[in-house]
């Protein structure tokens, strides 16, 4: 009568024989299944280069352009595993990788909600025209050139050479001013003049200024002027034109030059630009008061 090491010993050498058989009758499927593995490696390989050539013709950012490459590539490998784990009849196997990776994936979306909206909006914003690499853009209280875009944040210099940082998700839910969008952008400056100034002068001698210190741009209105109010102490006036600008920093140094040639009319020709005036309503009682201990001291 056999013992039970003798049994176990047995029952493992079964064991092993089975499996032993099992290995060489699915030699075929195991050769077939390592090399469709191999050739999904080898497709992967050539798609991703391809897929790239081709988003080359796009204008999406080079970092978006990589990652869909690789994402492509990624799907070419998982479909040849798949299609392995089909020849090697591991059906099982199979929907039980299915299985943990929806509840893995389920786990990691609701972990990384915030990374995962951060990623879905960097992708998106590669595909906005409006936004690229080189343009100077205004958002989220920041302004600067795009330097720039991966799947985390964009990445804006500003005009004192530091770098910001903007979530992309950020980016995507609040408005955007691109001043690279268009190749002329237009001066605004308000400034007053005393009541008693010439006001048809003051307007001949604005525009005439204008004209002379920037280039005009066909099609577009000479110099716009208007008087908007009667001021607490002057006329204020608005003179609009336009210039050739791509960026905000060219817009301010016009108008700062605008403001200087102005000034330098205006000094010229005898024109004040009046400091603000506040009236003060003193009682006569508080006025004596006042002169009273004054003259006391």
């Known amino acids: 009568m056999k013992s039970k090491f003798e049994t176990a010993f047995d029952e ?73 784990l089909g020849i090697l009849n591991l059906s099982k196997a199979l929907n039980t ?28 914003l590669s595909m906005i025209k409006q936004v690229k690499f080189g343009d100077w853009i205004k958002t989220n209280g920041y302004e600067g050139e795009v330097v720039d875009l991966n799947l985390r944040a964009l990445t804006l210099k500003e005009i004192d050479n530091n770098l910001v940082y903007i979530p992309n998700k950020m980016v995507i839910e609040n408005p955007i001013k691109n001043y690279s969008t268009t190749s002329q952008s237009r001066v605004i ?7 008693n100034s010439d006001l048809n002068k003051v307007r001949d001698l604005v525009r005439e200024t204008v004209v002379s210190h920037f280039d005009f741009i066909e099609g577009k209105e000479e110099v716009i002027f208007l008087y908007k109010e009667f001021g607490g102490s002057s006329i204020n006036f608005e003179v609009r034109f336009w210039i050739n600008s791509t960026s905000a920093l060219e817009l301010a140094k016009a108008k700062s030059e ?3 040639q102005i000034k330098a009319a205006f000094d010229k020709e005898g024109i004040e630009i009046p400091f603000p005036i506040r009236t003060l309503n003193i009682p006569k009682d508080t006025l004596e008061e006042l002169s009273g201990k004054s003259n006391a001291s």
């Open 97 to 124: 990788v299915l299985a943990g990776a929806g509840v893995a994936g389920l786990a990691v979306g609701l972990a990384l909600q915030g990374a995962l909206a951060n990623t879905y909006s960097g992708i998106v």
């Open 258 to 260: 605008a403001m200087i």
């Open 189 to 195: 400056l308000e400034c007053g003049v005393a009541y």
């Open 12 to 84: 493992m050498l079964n064991k092993l024989n089975s499996w032993f058989d099992t290995i060489i009758m699915n030699l075929p499927n195991l050769a077939l299944g390592l090399i469709v593995f191999i050739i999904s490696l080898f497709l992967a390989r050539y798609i991703r280069k391809g897929m790239r050539r081709v988003l080359d013709r796009s204008s999406l950012q080079d970092s978006m352009k990589n990652l869909l490459a690789r994402i492509t590539a990624v799907a070419v490998v998982l479909l040849g595993l798949f299609l392995v």
